[in-house]
């Protein structure tokens, strides 16, 4: 799938439509990953043998290379210098690199070579050492390389594997990187040499084979389990996902009085559920203590909980009770997808671990011990080095301190989880009350809220988020181009223009931007700025809308070659283009310019339009009627004109079209 999904790169200035396209590929793919499947679909790793032939020979199983690993690439180095390539393997998961040392038979012939410049690159880089062998046999050429796979890199050493028959060497011509060539005398094999540019000889290395002592590591992967427990680097805001009181009353998961509080999911069939709420009750003086409330929310269908409540009661378990419906189920298992990169369903039990502040700190799948829940109390608020021990499952050095998740994401997965109200609710609240979370962005959070205004209609709002947004960073260049966006929707293009311009600043070679600009100039009726625009767009990226836009606009102007040259543009990127279909033919019809008219092509074109049913409008009926009129096909023009009849109401637009009609019925055409 990756390879399709890369096949699909949209090139330079590739329509949105593509890039959209392309975007939805990645998403699917990682999303893929993330749920823990496999790019290589555990396909095993494959080795070929050249058996000098016109095939090759399957040898992945014999030569122990058939691994189930997610390969990436090979690394080739003599490593114990023996005389043969060793492998060094590199993964994108798990065992991440293997070495496997070659074990064949060393009985075969080699010689190997490290170029070295002087007036060229220092590593000889594009080098190309060609060996000449005597008794006529084949050359031999190698060019000295970087780079070669991914995270991968193989040894620039040159190594000529020569067989079991030992060669004899006539000469060997290096041609460097700088163009300059220089010849080698015979030298002996099964040696390593060094050769540096403008030498004229090669020198012999050190050919020592080097004993290597490696011990293969045992890989024991961990037990499968759904229990974890997640420490977050950075406390996150959490939206207030709602949940009944054992009254009835609405509730919130966030605490309202500033205490921290452990919200557990639980459900009376579910045995792990029932064995931690009874070991919770035994150790509750560990949660008083710690100064933590429990709510347990009992996720069971409305119908069953009133037994489940029954249960609760008659087990005494001294938290508060909650009841709520699938919704908050899903609105947490949302929140945790948002934070981990693997991507699991939540398990029964799972808790969650709410500072005061209504950030959460810990995620707990499965059951949690009430000491682990008072140690994590602890942590809330500590200072960063503690938070970062506790959050990894390792020791180790941070090489750099991870950022946290980010609000604004965990909104941007509310609203594609389909909770679009709480996500609105949630950003409103971190714009208006702030957060401490150092991943927050308030220019990007009015830009989300705008987006779920102007999904909603909601465009008098929209236009004021985006305007907040900018307030909040007056470079946010996807607030100028939304707030534009919006402006034209609410009829505003002279006020839409100023932020398309900003937009523009950032990116001058986006014809999509180019084009919404000319757009907005000629609704503001400034056609000269308007067909510039608009020309500019289509020199960046031709598109059937621009050309469409743009032959409307010189027609407006007079310039009815041109547009119509548009509108031929236009319907060639995209045939099913009706409305520029549609004033072509019309054009082609009716010009006053008799270099101008084609009937018969107005005829192909007006027919096309009116091949379905449900595009016999009058107009296209009317453009039809034309059309044939032109040909001097005038009984089918009355007939095109009398059906658009029987759909007209309006008295005023039924009598240009009873005009056209007595033209025809007299066999003269319409002009304009």
């Keep these: 799938m990756w390879r399709q999904v890369v096949a699909q790169s949209p090139g330079a200035n590739a329509p949105d439509g593509e890039v959209l396209r392309y975007d939805v590929g990645w998403k699917a793919l990682n999303t893929m990953l993330k749920t823990g499947r496999s ?49 060094w393997i590199v993964n994108r998961t798990a065992p991440q690199v293997r070495f496997l040392r070659n074990n064949t038979d060393d009985a075969n012939h080699f010689i190997q070579f490290q170029l070295r410049g002087t007036r060229c690159n220092r590593d000889a880089i594009g080098a190309r050492l060609e060996i000449r062998f005597k008794g006529n046999l084949k050359p031999r050429i190698q060019t000295v390389r970087s780079g070669g796979g991914y995270l991968s890199h193989s040894s620039k050493w040159l190594h000529f594997g020569l067989g079991k028959t030992k060669p004899e060497i006539d000469f060997l011509t290096v041609v460097w990187p700088d163009g300059s060539t220089e010849s080698l005398p015979s030298i002996p094999t099964d040696q390593r040499y060094t050769i ?49 009181g054992q009254d009835g009353s609405v509730q919130s998961v966030i605490p309202s009085d500033g205490k921290p509080r452990l919200v557990t999911l639980w459900a ?9 709420l009874e070991e919770w009750k035994a150790e509750h003086e560990t949660f008083k203590n710690a100064g ?115 609000p604004n994401s965990l909104a941007i997965r509310f609203v594609e989880g389909g909770f679009t109200a709480e996500a609105e609710s949630y950003l ?54 939304e707030l534009a966006g919006v402006l034209m929707e609410m009829g505003q293009p002279k006020e839409a223009v100023p932020h398309y311009l900003k937009a523009i600043e950032r990116r001058q070679d986006d014809p999509e931007l180019h084009f919404k600009l000319g757009l907005a100039y000629l609704r503001s009726r400034e056609l000269g700025k308007g067909i510039s625009s608009l020309e500019f767009s289509i020199q960046l990226r031709s598109t059937p ?123 003269k055409p319409h002009r304009e």
């Design 545 to 667: 809308l621009a050309h469409y836009n743009l032959g409307n606009a010189l027609l407006g102007t007079g310039k009815v070659k041109e547009a119509m040259a548009n509108y031929s543009a236009a319907i060639e990127l995209d045939p099913n283009l009706i409305p520029a279909a549609n004033n072509l033919a019309w054009l082609l019809s009716t010009n006053l310019n008799d270099a101008l008219r084609d009937g018969a092509r107005a005829v192909e074109l007006a027919r096309k339009i009116c091949a379905l049913p449900a595009q016999r409008t009058p107009s296209s009926l009317d453009t039809l009627g034309v059309a044939y009129a032109e040909a001097g096909r005038f009984a089918e023009a009355i007939k095109a004109v009398e059906e658009a009849l029987t759909l007209l109401q309006n008295p005023i637009e039924r009598a240009s079209f009873q005009q056209r009609l007595s033209l025809y019925e007299s066999h």
């Design 39 to 87: 790019l290589s679909g555990h396909e095993r790793n494959c080795a070929f043998l050249n058996t000098g032939g016109a095939r090759f020979a399957d040898v992945s199983q014999v030569t122990g290379l058939d691994f189930d690993d997610d390969g990436r690439a090979i690394a080739t180095v003599d490593w114990d210098q023996d005389g043969d390539l060793d492998f």
């Design 292 to 406: 933590l409330e429990v709510v347990a929310i009992n996720i069971e269908p409305k119908v069953d909980q009133q037994q489940a409540g029954l249960v609760f009661a008659e087990k005494k378990f001294p938290f508060t009770l909650g009841f709520g419906s699938e919704k908050i189920g899903e609105q947490l298992d949302v929140v945790q997808r948002a934070i981990l990169s693997r991507q699991s369903p939540l398990p029964l039990p799972s808790s969650f671990l709410i500072d005061g502040k209504g950030q959460l700190c810990v995620i707990y799948k499965g059951p949690v011990s009430p000491e682990q829940v008072a140690q994590d109390v602890q942590i809330m608020g500590a200072p960063l080095d503690r938070v970062l021990a506790a959050s990894s499952p390792f020791p180790g050095k941070w090489l750099g301190i991870p950022s946290g998740s980010s």
């Design 196 to 244: 540096v540019q403008g030498s004229g000889r090669a020198l012999a290395a050190d050919s020592k084979k080097r004993t290597i002592a490696l011990i293969p590591g045992k890989i024991e992967p961990p037990a499968v389990t759904d229990q974890a427990r997640i420490v977050l680097i950075q406390p996150l805001p959490i939206p207030g996902m709602e949940f009944s």
């Design 428 to 481: 409103k609240r971190l714009i208006d009350g702030g957060t401490e979370s150092p991943t927050f962005n308030a220019g990007s959070a009015f830009v989300l809220l705008g987006a779920i205004f102007v999904d909603q209609k909601r465009f008098p709002e929209a236009a004021k988020a985006f305007q907040k947004a900018l307030e909040a960073d007056p470079d946010h260049r996807q607030a100028s181009i």
């Design 268 to 276: 009376s069939w579910c045995p792990c559920c029932m064995g931690e």
